[in-house]
């Protein structure tokens, strides 16, 4: 079983449409997609209606989150997306994305970048626009070879030049959140030095204090040291271990399943979830 919980669409800053990525997932060989846009749940229903019979969906999103000046992300998993207190922070970090890109624009155009707002909502077109849109219109204008060589100090990275801060959820209360409404959460991508800083492993323990289920080590981002000294940390704090593409189209070089979670693992995600229930494909019924 092929199993990846970490993907986004043009609900927020991947360039494959729900319906896109799921079709992609069967043809890639996955089992088991996650679904996990930028603090939005508003690609699922068109993931559900589209989803192969091959493909098994988990709901989720990928919470923007931010202790002691860092940023990080919490993956979220099959919870109840009605839960009216995790709903209306999720709701407040999108409505913040707009101003703080517009801030980022700002900030690019001062170091005489020649770019325009107008392009940047197009890359974005209807979905929650984030960096990586912006990313995108410095690899249109020649800026930058790469989305990922934007997300330097010298650019978009948390401590870079025009990074702009948004509203972003202490992390201990979004696995509060997360757990009121029945998720799993699983912290997302912790060794991602080049981004910028990251949080210390004394952190990721009192996380784990609090109801962190995971942590995700097999990452793109994730060096060979760096996965060996998450796993002993996971082993060590009693965490899940996951492994994900952080797929997002041709946004990314990353291809969809490049590294996967163990099916074990995944059986202990959907047993601890009591907010939603995995989606088999062709219009089953949610299930375990």
């Known amino acids: 079983m092929r199993i990846d919980l970490h993907t986004h669409s043009t609900a927020s800053d991947g360039t494959d449409t729900p319906a896109e990525l799921v079709r992609n997932a069967a043809a890639a060989g996955l089992d088991v997609v996650a679904l996990t846009d930028h603090d939005s749940t508003r690609g699922h229903a068109e993931a559900i209606a589209a989803l192969p019979a091959s493909v098994t969906l988990v709901t989720g999103a990928e919470l923007s989150c931010r202790v002691d000046g860092i940023g990080l992300h919490m993956l979220a998993y099959l919870f109840d997306p009605a839960e009216p207190d995790l709903a209306s922070e999720m709701e407040l970090v999108r409505d913040d994305r707009v101003p703080r ?50 997300f330097t100090s010298n650019w978009l990275a948390n401590d870079g030049r025009c990074y702009v801060d948004k509203h972003e959820l202490d992390p201990f209360d979004a696995i509060r959140l997360v757990k009121a409404a029945g998720g799993v959460t699983v912290f997302a991508h912790p060794g991602a030095a080049r981004r910028g800083h990251t949080v210390p492993e004394s952190a990721i323990a009192e996380l784990a ?7 995700e080590v097999d ?6 040291p760096t996965r060996a000294r998450l796993r002993a940390l996971a082993a060590d704090l009693g965490l899940l271990v996951t492994g994900s593409s952080d797929y997002h189209g041709s946004r990314k070089t990353v291809r969809l399943g490049e590294s996967t979670t163990d099916p074990e693992i995944y059986g202990e995600i959907t047993r601890r979830s009591t907010g939603a229930f995995p989606v088999p494909g062709a219009g089953g019924s949610p299930r375990r």
């Open 101 to 150: 890109a517009r801030g980022m624009v700002g900030k690019l155009q001062e170091l005489g970048v020649p770019i325009e707002w107008d392009q940047v909502a197009r890359i974005a077109g209807d979905g929650s626009i984030g960096r990586p849109h912006i990313a995108s219109a410095l690899v249109e204008l020649g800026v930058v070879e790469t989305v990922s060589d934007a």
């Open 209 to 215: 204090a609090v109801g962190l289920d995971g942590i």
């Open 219 to 224: 990452h793109m981002d994730h060096d060979a």
